[in-house]
Structures are given as C-alpha cells and as structure tokens.
C-alpha cells in the first residue's frame, strides 16, 4: 500500500526535482575554468576588458600567437587584464586552476625568469598531459608546493606584474599571464647542457623552453561554447599543419607521454617500425606521428623535411622553423633543434 504524503510535501518535492532538472539540463560540463573572475573574453567585442596589449600596441598583442613585432614574435599566453586594484593602484585579483591538477613547479624567485614568480600546473585532460602556467605573479600562496594537489576554481596567487625583463611591467598593464602547455621531454636539462654549454638554466625541466603551447584562447572558447561535447584531445589532434618531417628514430618520450598522437600504420605494423612522420603546427606542437617502415622511405637522411605549408608560413611565421632558400625548403637551425629535443 503506496504512503499517503502531505500535498505540500508532494508540491515541495516536485519543485526539487524540477529544480535539479533545471540544473541538469543548463549545467555546463566544461573541462577548463578562467583563471580569474575575468569573463569578457566570452564576450565578443569586449575582449579589451580581457587582454592587456602591449605598450602602445591594441589588445591583440595580448593574445596567443605570432602577435608581436608585425608577426614575427611569438607570444605563447594570453595576458589578462585585472578586475581588482589595492589603494596603490597594485592588482589583488586572485589566480585560480584552471583545472583539477597538481603542483608541478614554483618559481618565487621573481628576478629568475620573465615569468617574474609562476606556477606550473599538471593536469589530465581527456587523457592528456595538459600543463597550465600563470606567470607574473605578486605572491604564491604560502602553503602551495610542488606535489600538492588543487581543485579547479581553487585561488593559487594573486596577480602581480613580475618580471626580469629590462622594461618593467607598469601598473596599468598589470596582468596574469596564462598558458596551456605540452611536455616536450622530461631530459630537457640533460638536454640543454649538451647543447647549451655554459649556459644558466634556473629552473631544470620547467625551463619554458620544454614547453610547448596550444591557443588558450581558442581552448576556453571552444570548451565554453560546446560544453559537455567539449572533447580536449580532440581539439588537440585537430591542428592547422606547418610542416611534415621525417624522423629516424622509434624510441623517444613524446611517444610514450602523448600517444593520443599517434596514427595507425598499417604497413609499419606488418613490417616493422624504421621511423616517425610527424606533422607540426607553426608553434612546434608535434600532434601526428605515423610509423613508416623502411620500405616507405626514401631518403636515408636521419631527419627530412617533407613537406611546408606555405599559407600557413605566412600567417605565422614566427617560429622560424622552416625557411626558404631560393625554391627550396629546409629546416632553420630552430627547427633542428626542436626535433632535437623531442627525440632526445
């Protein structure tokens, strides 16, 4: 025999459920979270509330991209612009993870890199290794260090204009930097002794140069816009191509750490693997290998530049990684070294 209930019990679990539907059917599962109360970028045309230009230069100096010095400086963040301010006209705005994750790096030695003081974040996303880094920071949280784990939304820092470059980072530009990584080889110190002899490297393996940037913004956006059909490796493997190279080598850390990259082979897999073809955006992220057999290789070249996409060359080309050399193209010493250290 069914429970009689109260009608206004009746009306109130009815308005609980309706209310828990709502939610369900508005919540958005998106992966990534702002790393401060800043929303304008999903705002469109308001996207100089979100972005600090560089000095005298408009908002989209600010942004991801061959951005800077008429296209030929790369600038591998996004610069967001603070909501907050102290009586000394210092940013307060809080810094936030962008996902959940675990400390990865600390700098709070402002005078050891561009970054001023940063934080390095390591996450799984969709099955990838994702790094986020927030640089120029005022102070980190005191209790924060390397091996703890965070919640998304979780302060971290306070937003600060550090640096160590010879042209401070005024008041008016106060800003987080921020920046979605890939880890391109955990013997990257190894590494830059060898080809850097003599050369400081403060920070070891979280050297900014061992990691390797996706858009953030096209990130947040896509994810913000799609929700819950938001898939990040998918966004990841779907890159504008720069270049295709071919590797002789078939054991190196990029392989292992991002196998999501990956193609299938058939003729590699029946015959063995002799090397890697891989294909790079303009800012070196390596998101197709294909394992070739020896039969499917002509040159015997331990690295071969097989093809540029010339388009693509001249909307960013700030990486320097290919030039050309009368009608001929070929891999800038840039380039080499890139492949240097991802097969290293």
């Given at each position: 025999m069914s429970p009689k209930w109260p009608k206004k019990v009746i009306s109130e679990m009815a308005l609980r459920a309706l209310l828990i539907l709502v939610v369900c059917l508005t919540a958005?599962?998106?992966?990534?979270?702002?790393?401060?109360?800043?929303?304008?970028?999903?705002?469109?045309?308001?996207?100089?509330?979100?972005?600090?230009?560089?000095?005298?230069?408009?908002?989209?100096?600010?942004?991801?991209?061959?951005?800077?010095?008429?296209?030929?400086?790369?600038?591998?963040?996004?610069?967001?612009?603070?909501?907050?301010?102290?009586?000394?006209?210092?940013?307060?705005?809080?810094?936030?993870?962008?996902?959940?994750?675990?400390?990865?790096y600390i700098n709070r030695r402002s005078g050891l890199s561009n970054y001023g003081n940063y934080i390095v974040l390591k996450h799984q996303i969709d099955g990838i290794e994702l790094y986020?880094?927030?640089?120029?920071?005022?102070?980190?949280?005191?209790?924060?260090?390397?091996?703890?784990?965070?919640?998304?939304?979780?302060?971290?820092?306070?937003?600060?204009?550090?640096?160590?470059?010879?042209?401070?980072?005024?008041?008016?530009?106060?800003?987080?930097?921020?920046?979605?990584?890939?880890?391109?080889?955990?013997?990257?110190?190894?590494?830059?002794?060898?080809?850097?002899?003599?050369?400081?490297?403060?920070?070891?393996?979280?050297?900014?140069?061992?990691?390797?940037?996706?858009?953030?913004?096209?990130?947040?956006?896509?994810?913000?816009?799609?929700?819950?059909?938001?898939?990040?490796?998918?966004?990841?493997k779907h890159q504008t191509e720069l270049c295709r190279v071919l590797v002789r080598d078939t054991d190196f850390p990029w392989l292992k750490r991002y196998p999501v990259f990956v193609r299938s082979n058939a003729t590699a897999q029946a015959q063995g693997t002799a090397a890697y073809e891989i294909a790079f955006n303009f800012n070196g992220l390596a998101y197709e290998l294909i394992p070739r057999a020896a039969s499917e290789i002509k040159s015997k070249s331990a690295v071969q530049l097989l093809s540029v996409n010339e388009a693509e060359y001249s909307r960013n080309p700030c990486r320097r990684l290919v030039t050309r050399r009368g009608s001929r193209w070929e891999l800038t010493s840039r380039g080499q070294g890139l492949i240097s250290l991802l097969t290293f």
């Open positions: 958005r599962a998106e992966l990534f979270r702002l790393p401060t109360a800043n929303q304008a970028i999903f705002e469109r045309g308001n996207e100089d509330k979100f972005f600090v230009g560089t000095v005298g230069k408009p908002w989209t100096s600010g942004t991801f991209g061959c951005v800077r010095t008429e296209g030929w400086q790369l600038h591998e963040g996004l610069d967001i612009r603070c909501l907050q301010r102290d009586r000394r006209g210092e940013p307060t705005d809080p810094v936030m993870a962008t996902a959940d994750g675990v400390v990865a986020s880094l927030y640089a120029h920071l005022s102070e980190v949280r005191a209790d924060l260090k390397a091996g703890a784990n965070v919640r998304a939304g979780e302060t971290i820092a306070i937003m600060g204009r550090t640096s160590n470059t010879a042209q401070a980072i005024t008041k008016d530009r106060a800003h987080v930097h921020f920046e979605l990584n890939f880890f391109l080889n955990d013997r990257f110190a190894e590494w830059y002794k060898r080809n850097h002899p003599g050369e400081r490297n403060d920070h070891g393996d979280w050297n900014g140069q061992n990691l390797i940037a996706i858009d953030p913004q096209a990130v947040l956006r896509a994810d913000h816009e799609q929700g819950k059909a938001f898939n990040f490796a998918t966004f990841a």
